[in-house]
T-cell receptor, first 113, second 114 residues
Framework: AQSVSQHNHHVILSEAASLELGCNYSYGGTVNLFWYVQYPGQHLQLLLKYFSGDPLVKGIKGFEAEFIKSKFSFNLRKPSVQWSDTAEYFCAVIGGGYQKVTFGTGTKLQVIP | GAGVSQSPRYKVAKRGQDVALRCDPISGHVSLFWYQQALGQGPEFLTYFQNEAQLDKSGLPSDRFFAERPEGSVSTLKIQRTQQEDSAVYLC????????????FGDGTRLSIL
């Protein structure tokens, strides 16, 4: 069975600081990887996705993630965070051609002005 | 709007009551998913429909949970004889076709069992 591990449950950063949120998954085959964001009071929204090809994926709002197959990782990065990035971030994986998405437990990011 | 719509947004029920949660997917979306998100956790898969066919219900926690999508569009998640541990946010998501991820999520229904 596939699983997703997010290492940080709560991260606090000052504006303009760099961000890296860890995500590791367990699944031995081909995977599709996602990062979703949930702003306060809003629904889950897709930040970026990896299906195949270039392992460095660029998403919306300046976010990017790098798929490192050998490390089973898909870490999310942003060079300079803004107060508006305050939200909860979920890493997710689909493996084995099944439709079931497995989510991590989420990381709450708080950006201090 | 053209997003996934869920109703009600909030539901409070007494333990033992039955509840029904509704999901209107994006028009034309073939795939529909239900997830349960407990406090402080990520969403957990409950069940998956492709059109009206329920292809995977492995995530339903007990036989008190039942989902249907009779005409391949609107879906209802029903919970019978609710228990306190059923308190959670129930999320619905849809995608255009089985090979076209990602899924688009609704705002969820927050269910509280007293």
């Amino acid at each position: 069975a596939q699983s997703v591990s997010q290492h940080n449950h709560h991260v606090i950063l000052s504006e303009a600081a760099s961000l890296e949120l860890g995500c590791n998954y367990s699944y031995g085959g081909t995977v599709n990887l996602f990062w979703y964001v949930q702003y306060p009071g809003q629904h889950l929204q897709l930040l970026l996705k990896y299906f195949s090809g270039d392992p460095l994926v660029k998403g919306i709002k300046g976010f990017e993630a790098e798929f490192i197959k050998s490390k089973f990782s898909f870490n999310l990065r942003k060079p300079s965070v803004q107060w508006s990035d305050t939200a909860e971030y979920f890493c997710a994986v689909i493996g084995g051609g099944y439709q079931k998405v497995t989510f991590g437990t989420g990381t709450k990011l708080q950006v201090i002005p | 709007g053209a997003g996934v719509s869920q109703s009600p947004r909030y539901k409070v029920a007494k333990r033992g009551q039955d509840v029904a949660l509704r999901c209107d997917p994006i028009s034309g979306h073939v795939s529909l998913f239900w997830y349960q998100q407990a406090l402080g956790q990520g969403p957990e898969f409950l069940t998956y429909f492709q059109n009206e066919a329920q292809l995977d219900k492995s995530g339903l926690p007990s036989d008190r949970f039942f989902a249907e999508r009779p005409e391949g569009s609107v879906s209802t998640l029903k919970i019978q004889r609710t228990q306190q541990e059923d308190s959670a946010v129930y999320l619905c998501a849809s995608s255009l076709n089985p090979n076209n991820q990602p899924q688009h999520f609704g705002d969820g229904t927050r269910l509280s069992i007293l």
